[in-house]
Structure formats: C-alpha cells, structure tokens
Nanobody, 119 residues
C-alpha cells in the first residue's frame, strides 16, 4: 500500500509560480511512475504531467507545456510539480498519482491540494 500526500497549493496571482510536492510512503517509491492531475469546478479530472520511475521520461498536457515541470527525488520519496506563469485557467484541485499500469491507470491517489490563481 502506498500513501500519497500533496502539499504546496495555495492562492497566487496570475503570472506567479507554485511548487507542489507529493510525499509517498513505502519502500518501492523508485519503482513507480507518477502523475499529476487536476480537476476544476464543474469539469472532469484531467491529466497534467507524468514521469517514469527513473525520471528520464516526462510528458505534459498541451495546456501546461513550457510552463510546468514534473520531477522526482527518489531518495526523498517525493515527486514535484513546478508551475510557472500561472493563469486563472490553472485553478483546480491538483492530485498526484502513483503506480501507472500498462493501460495508463494509476493505482494510488493523494487527497488533492487546492491551487487558486487570481486574475
């Protein structure tokens, strides 16, 4: 069993930056792929960014490419999402997820952290 705890959300002005963290329990952190997702009010949850177990492969939603960076520190059992040039459209609850299967589904999810961007 893996537990994920997100932190780093908050209120920021448009154009600002935030860094989200996802702390994971368990001794097999380095073997998991991680992902970040978000859900805005009234919308479905959407993929934001993903990273493989080694950290050498990443991918992003088109809406965040060039602004967001996903990374991981296996020795700290933590994954990150650096978010720059934030806009009101980035306002959402952000979730991290771990252990992606071949179909792209994640087995473990955090409780989410709120990001609010004011215009």
């Amino acid at each position: 069993q893996v537990q994920l705890v997100e932190s780093g959300g908050g209120l920021v002005q448009a154009g600002g930056s935030l860094r989200l963290s996802c702390a994971a329990s368990g001794r097999t952190f380095s073997s998991y792929a991680f992902g970040w997702f978000r859900q805005a009010p009234g919308k479905e949850r959407e993929f934001v960014a993903g990273i493989n177990s080694s950290g050498y492969w990443t991918n992003y939603a088109d809406s965040v490419k060039g602004r967001f960076t996903i990374s991981r520190a296996n020795r700290k059992n933590t994954a990150y999402l650096q978010m720059n040039s934030l806009g009101p459209e980035d306002t959402a609850v952000y979730y991290c997820a771990a252990d992606r299967d071949a179909a792209g589904k994640y087995a473990y999810w955090g409780q989410g952290t709120q990001v609010t961007v004011s215009s």
